[in-house]
């Protein structure tokens, strides 16, 4: 399978070249961007859905454990819980997705709407959606700081792009581009670094727009012609395997609520994205967290729920040794990781306001 990941690698970094390069000819350049961490959360909102959804099935399915084979959902009602989770793969069937894999990017190729950029990544002058309705009680319950009342500082603050004369100034332009933004409960939770840390709750956080249906057929068509070149020992259940990621697609775009976390400076500049935000879920499973540097500053920060007051953690480098602990403040923990020494998260470890481990939490 190596030589399938190393070509997929490359045109996933052609992809993101291609469309950082769209994108910087229609806009001025972000002074910040954030590159959030694969290992901890796959937030890749530059380059097309069909690219992201493909790289991040690669992540699930290296660290897929064998088990028995799988069957499709067959048509799972949209998840109010959180996003599609790709389910485990036999050992034969980690041996054959590479193929399924390839005709994904062999169909994006062709037609480029089987790989749109999702809905307002990189306009900062698009039309939000907003309501005025409040997020489900069991989001309010687990996050305090959505309980207390809002103040003029919770106020996201205007984007600007430029300098005079040539500046540029969107005032909805730090709202992240997903559905259903409850302005009513946008709270900032805390400054550190340079950046001002939102809370953001959202009917739907998930940015993935549905493909359209042929996308699925092309993909099964690519297949068919790669069939050929795939070794008999590995065809026997292949377009089974590909009915299952067909339907992991489709569930990818469901709806789900949950909660954005951005970090913007003074100018609306930064991560404006939702890359450190999840489903309630997700928060609770300590996988709201992002890495980059949203002001110049690198960290980790991401969501804790209530009655975290701290989280200790360990890391896949030479300082693995030497846990890095952090507070919870409104819900939020940010964590320096100067020139990026650190290395990806291995574990997470929650304390409660005595210091006592709540949950152990460990990374792939």
Not at 215 to 233: T, V, W
Request: glycine fraction near 10%; charge should be positive.
């Amino acid at each position: 399978m190596t030589t399938f990941f190393d070509d997929l690698e490359a045109q996933l970094h052609t992809a993101a070249r291609a469309q950082i390069a769209v994108n910087n000819a229609a806009l001025p350049p972000r002074p910040s961007p954030v590159r959030s961490t694969l290992r901890n959360l796959p937030v890749l909102l530059a380059i097309g859905t069909s690219v992201v959804v493909a790289a991040l099935a690669l992540i699930l399915i290296r660290h897929a454990p064998s088990g028995s084979p799988i069957k499709p959902s067959g048509g799972t009602p949209p998840s109010a819980s959180g996003p599609a989770t790709f389910p485990h793969l036999s050992r034969r069937q980690r041996q054959q997705i590479d193929y399924v894999m390839k005709a994904v990017g062999a169909t994006d190729r062709q037609d480029q709407a089987c790989s749109p950029l999702p809905l307002g990544v990189g306009d900062p002058g698009r039309n939000p959606s907003l309501s005025q309705q409040s997020p489900g009680a069991a989001t309010v319950a687990a996050l305090g700081v959505l309980r207390r009342p809002a103040t003029v500082a919770d106020r996201l603050p205007p984007r600007i792009i430029g300098a005079p004369p040539n500046q540029h100034v969107y005032p909805d332009g730090t709202i992240p581009a997903v559905h259903g933004v409850y302005v009513r409960y946008i709270r900032k939770a805390r400054h550190r670094f340079g950046a001002n840390f939102y809370l953001v709750p959202a009917e739907n956080v998930n940015w993935r727009p549905p493909l359209p249906a042929r996308c699925y057929r092309e993909q099964i068509s690519a297949l068919r012609q790669e069939l050929p070149q795939i070794p008999n020992s590995r065809r026997a259940g292949i377009f089974a395997l590909q009915r299952i990621y067909i339907d992991y697609q489709q569930r990818s775009t469901e709806p789900y609520p949950g909660v954005c976390l951005l970090a913007l400076n003074g100018t609306g500049n930064g991560d404006g994205d939702c890359g450190a935000g999840g489903s309630l879920s997700q928060i609770d499973n300590g996988q709201a967290v992002a890495g980059g540097a949203p002001t110049g500053a690198e960290v980790y920060y991401g969501i804790a729920p209530d009655g975290v007051h701290s989280i200790t953690f360990t890391f896949y480098s030479k300082y693995v040794h030497h846990p890095v602990t952090a507070l919870v403040i409104d819900n939020v923990f940010i964590v320096r990781n100067y020139r990026g020494r650190l290395g990806p998260i291995a574990t997470e470890t929650w304390r409660d306001a005595r210091g006592r481990a709540i949950k152990v939490i460990h990374k792939p």
